[in-house]
């Protein structure tokens, strides 16, 4: 029995994870027409957490270094994120949306929710917040069992 309920997660995330990589794309080209689908989410944990480095960006990701450079490279060439030294240390950077960085995605993180929001219109607000609750659990005990592995 566990071993088909292991199997049956297995499908269902990965239809998630194909429905979100598709949604990702979509709303990537709502924040600008040339951002990467996987750009998204940077722009959402800079969004989070303003002034955050580089460095603790990718760990939190879990890409190096360089991939990191060249992505946000790439959404500093769009005029998404900007970049200030850390004055706590030479060789960082501290990385926040730029004015017109976070209008996009301001407008990008909206419409998503209301995609949501409307494709959620039968499901109680406990229902939503269980949801949530069990995802987030999710996404701290991959990122725990990652680190350990």
Do not use: C, K
């Not at 029995?1 to 997660?9: H, P, T, W």
Request: proline share 3%; aromatic share 4%; glycine share 8%.
């Amino acid at each position: 029995m566990v071993d088909e309920q292991f199997r049956q997660l297995e499908r269902e995330l990965g239809l998630l994870l194909r429905r979100a990589q598709a949604s990702s794309a979509s709303i990537s080209r709502d924040v600008h027409p040339d951002l990467e689908p996987a750009a998204y989410s940077l722009l959402a944990l800079i969004a989070a957490s303003p002034g955050v480095r580089a460095s603790d960006l990718a760990a939190t990701i879990g890409v190096g270094r360089g991939t990191m450079s060249r992505q946000l490279a790439r959404l500093g060439t769009l005029g998404l994120v900007s970049r200030r030294p850390d004055p706590d240390d030479y060789r960082g950077q501290l990385l926040e949306l730029t004015d017109e960085g976070l209008r996009r995605f301001e407008a990008a993180q909206q419409a998503r929710r209301a995609f949501l929001r409307q494709a959620l219109t039968a499901w109680s607000e406990a229902d939503i917040e269980g949801l949530a609750t069990q995802l987030g659990r999710l996404n701290t005990d991959l990122a725990a069992a990652r680190r350990a592995h």
